[in-house]
């Protein structure tokens, strides 16, 4: 059906934070508001009083903030960029909207489509367990406060017995829903019970509350989970009930691990939005990956940027098998967009973290030489927060590791070479200093203290240049060059890996290299 204007909503549930599924759930709808010109409501289902928390609440807007999914009506969210929320057909907090809640169930009660229901919890506890014991093919509410008569209800009202008010199900009835993913599917209602639609206390069950939402808010397509199928049947009954015209339903398979179960916080490297922001994960490759957990871009691509998912993006091509999370394939998509980023862009993202593990006021001093060092290892890391570890060896001498200490026992002559390298080096017009800089913890900082004065020597100090003359080196010596890298190489980094030699001298400029190739070869 073509709707003239389209209005889709992600309504999360504040009680924890924003995670994969949810994102993703976000990311559909968010999408296929925007692919047809509709509009993307935030509504927060915050009827669980117990467990919703602002805290949750502020995760969740900040989470969606950060992968750019927009919204147009909803709470205010104000990134800089954009402000997020308002809207006319609010309130958008469903604890705001129990007048709407109880004048609706009221409509029902008159129609006969809800009725009263008194059981106590306890009688509502052994209908089950009785159920359980005789193995029902039916299990939920008997329907024993369905045709209650006028006097039964006024005694149980004269106790003070404040009674649960329950939808009516069609005794027997055949509900066929077409689902944009699914397609046709005929559900019995004979398999659903009488829900509870609001609680004694005022306080509406989710798919009561759903729906008087969907209604206001004028919803006309709901992407969501497939838990919520059969909660999909019992809403379009309540839509049909009240009059109403049902949204059309899409519900997305579940994300599964890579045994084929349902993905948990337990599987490796799953977590929650924010904490894949904090540790550096690029938010578009990040989007770009929960796009594609049960969303194919084209056969040939599965890279692309927000615009062109929304530019391609349609419900129907949602597959219908689960998607398998995997964890590799993100690391892999989140290495591919750094290395599309030039190392300014990759030095300014990773920040963040660099700063952290610099004395105060060094990043700015530093950046560029700092912008070297990343851009020597933005072919070997997938995140912005594995730079500031991976230059660790750049800002203090080092103590060499297994492998390392392996590499410069190896050679009977490795000592002298490493005093005659040192001498080469020494010579080199290479970047002269990188005096110490007192760090925060007191602990000895090696950068270079004026950036110009780096960039004024960096025509001659190359590390073309100081390959040049390390080659030169070995070759007169006559060792040969394999062997000659791997105790050098553990002398400057105290390991076997990192960047290129030559990358490695350069940036660590020449009197870390010479000192560290002193003491390595014992003076
Ligand atoms: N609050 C529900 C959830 O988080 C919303 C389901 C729906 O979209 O209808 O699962």
Redesign the pocket.
């Known amino acids: 059906m073509i709707h003239p204007t389209p209005r889709l909503r ?4 504040p009680t924890g934070p924003l995670h994969l599924g ?1 994102a993703r ?1 976000a990311m559909y709808n968010w999408a296929l508001a925007r692919s047809l010109g509709g509009t993307f409501v935030l509504r927060i ?1 915050d009827t669980d009083r117990a467990r919703s928390t602002d805290e949750s609440l502020a995760i969740i807007l900040e989470g969606l903030a950060w992968l750019g999914i927009d919204w147009d009506e909803g709470p205010d969210y104000d990134t800089g960029a954009r402000k997020n929320g308002g809207g006319d057909h609010g309130p958008y907090f469903q604890m705001q909207r129990l007048d709407r809640y109880r004048e609706a169930a009221e409509r029902l009660l008159a129609s006969g489509h809800a009725y009263r229901c008194y059981c106590s919890a306890e009688r509502i506890e052994a209908v089950r367990e009785q159920q359980k014991a005789e193995k029902s093919a039916f299990l939920g509410y008997d329907g024993h406060c369905r045709d209650l008569s006028d006097a039964q209800r006024a005694a149980f009202e004269a106790e003070g017995v404040v009674p649960n008010i329950r939808f009516r199900m069609p005794a027997d009835e055949a509900v066929v829903v077409h689902d944009l993913i699914r397609g046709q599917v005929e559900v019995n209602t004979r398999q659903l019970d009488d829900w509870v639609m609001v609680r004694p206390d005022g306080v509406p069950l ?1 798919n009561f509350a ?1 729906v008087i939402d969907d209604v206001d808010m004028k919803i006309t397509h ?1 992407v ?2 497939e838990e ?1 199928f059969l ?1 999909g049947i019992k809403q379009r009954l309540v839509f049909q009930a009240l009059g109403h015209e049902c949204p059309e339903y899409a519900h997305i398979p579940l994300i599964l691990n890579q045994k084929g179960g349902k993905l948990s916080k337990r599987d490796p490297g799953v977590m929650s939005v924010l904490e894949y922001r904090d540790q550096g994960y690029p938010e578009e490759a990040v989007f770009n990956y929960i796009a594609l957990l049960g969303w194919g871009f084209s056969g040939e691509r599965d890279v692309f940027t927000r615009d062109e998912m929304v530019q391609a993006f349609k419900v129907e091509n949602v597959g219908k098998a689960g998607a398998k999370f995997d964890l590799e394939k993100l690391l892999w998509m989140c290495g591919d967009y750094l290395r599309r980023m030039t190392p300014e862009q990759c030095l300014e993202r990773a920040r963040p973290w660099l700063e952290k593990s610099l004395p105060d006021g060094a990043f700015d001093v530093h950046a560029a030489w700092l912008r070297n060092a990343v851009a020597c290892y933005q072919e070997r890391v997938a995140l912005f927060g594995e730079f500031a570890e991976r230059i660790g060896w750049l800002l203090t001498d080092p103590t060499p590791d297994e492998a390392a200490q392996k590499n410069l026992q190896k050679h009977a002559d490795a000592k002298t070479w490493l005093r005659g390298y040192a001498d080469v080096l020494e010579a080199l017009p290479l970047p002269a200093s990188y005096p110490a800089a007192r760090g925060a913890a007191d602990t000895e900082v090696l950068l270079p203290i004026q950036k110009d004065a780096v960039e004024a020597q960096s025509a001659h100090a190359t590390p073309q240049a100081v390959e040049r003359a390390t080659r030169a080196f070995a070759e007169q010596h006559g060792i040969k060059f394999g062997h000659f890298v791997h105790p050098v190489r553990a002398a400057l980094t105290g390991t076997d890996k990192g960047p290129g030699l030559f990358d490695v001298v350069f940036l660590l400029g020449k009197q870390a290299c010479v000192r560290r190739l002193r003491a390595a070869a014992g003076g």
């Open positions: 992600f309504a999360p549930s949810g759930t289902e989710y759903c709901v969501r989970g919520h909660n």
